[in-house]
């Protein structure tokens, strides 16, 4: 028998935890289960608490989540923080399961210096934002946004339909995807059922066989920039990649074209953006992630006609929410059975 601690959300519900658990683990385990107020209440972002240092996208009291933990020995959660201090209040711990794509609420040193194996959920969303990335990119091609606006204040935009004004369809566009990983991947394959021309950029991973004999071309970003129609972001957040969307690379862009990012805020320069949108250089962006969320009323890019946003939740779909528990649950199997983890951190 195994004392487990689940640390669900109102997102990652504990009970899902814990039956995705039983079905893989067996119900002969001491279980316990707390749920946190997110996303109905924010998360931290940054590095503001001490004791918390290099922690982000966490949410708890450091000591009051190490009593609800106490002897236990596996950890099965998505946003409570483990620290330094912590891990060293937590002999018992050997097994923390964070179902998201990177333990960025975890102490990846220190759990290693007190022998924790640390596991995720890689890929655990990747099909939602995808699926919603395509949606991002079709609210601003084909005027989405522009009509429903415009019907919400009273307007019947019947000029939409103008030669000069309309939409245009993305057979016949070019779509630049920044990134190839496990999201980019599923967002080239949507495009190409639509029949427009995709054009990738990653340094780091070569296309596959298939997406290279359907004609999807890998380039340098900057021809990726000047080429596409719309670009849409999907790389990881490094020291190479954060605020790789700047002034410069807005420039380089396509005049007309569109921008999209629903991967993450520090990848883009929001400032330039606004000067490439006001400008007319840029027709449209749709935003999905922003630099501080929730974002401030005042901030400028929420008063632009040219803007479509959305409060970070491409990610959240029910689909995701048990695909996350079942890898997570399955990591938990693995370590009772002395099998090797699926996805080490």
């Known amino acids: 028998m195994k004392k487990i601690a689940i640390i669900g959300d109102r997102f990652m519900r504990p009970e899902i935890f814990r039956d995705k658990i039983a079905a893989a683990c067996g119900e002969g385990h001491d279980i316990r289960a707390v749920e946190q107020p997110w996303p109905d209440e924010p998360m931290q972002h940054g590095y503001a608490i001490e004791g918390m240092d290099g922690l982000k996208e966490y949410m708890g009291n450091a000591d009051e989540i190490v009593e609800f933990i106490g002897d236990a020995e596996i950890v099965v959660t998505q946003l409570a923080p483990l620290s330094a201090w912590m891990f060293g209040q937590l002999p018992d711990l050997r097994l923390v399961a964070v179902s998201r794509g990177g333990p960025v609420n975890i102490d990846m040193a220190a759990a290693r210096a007190a022998g924790v194996r640390v596991v995720n959920t890689p890929g655990r969303n990747a099909s939602a934002v995808a699926e919603f990335t395509i949606g991002a990119i079709l609210a601003e091609t084909r005027l989405i946004r522009v009509g429903h606006e415009a019907l919400r204040k009273g307007e019947w935009r019947g000029d939409l339909y103008r030669a000069d004004r309309t939409g245009r369809e993305l057979s016949e566009m070019t779509v630049g995807v920044i990134g190839y990983g496990n999201i980019g991947t599923r967002v080239v394959r949507l495009l190409r059922a639509f029949g427009c021309k995709v054009i990738v950029h990653d340094p780091y991973v070569q296309l596959s066989a298939d997406d290279l004999n359907g004609g999807v071309e890998q380039v340098g970003l900057s021809d990726l920039l000047s080429r596409s129609d719309v670009v849409t972001l999907h790389p990881r957040v490094t020291e190479e990649t954060k605020g790789?969307?700047?002034?410069?690379?807005?420039?380089?862009?396509?005049?007309?074209?569109?921008?999209?990012?629903?991967?993450?805020?520090?990848?883009?320069?929001?400032?330039?953006?606004?000067?490439?949108l006001t400008s007319g250089h840029l027709s449209s962006a749709m935003l999905e992630t922003f630099g501080v969320e929730p974002v401030p009323a005042d901030w400028p890019l929420l008063q632009l006609p040219n803007v479509t946003l959305t409060p970070h939740i491409a990610g959240a779909s029910v689909q995701t929410v048990t695909y996350a528990a079942e890898l997570a649950a399955e990591e938990v199997r693995r370590y009772i059975a002395g099998e090797p983890p699926l996805n080490p951190c």
Do not use: E, H, W
Request: charged share 10%; with cysteine; aromatic share 12%.
């Open 244 to 276: 790789m969307m700047n002034a410069s690379t807005f420039a380089q862009m396509k005049p007309g074209a569109i921008f999209v990012n629903t991967a993450r805020g520090p990848l883009c320069d929001y400032d330039a953006l606004y000067v490439a």
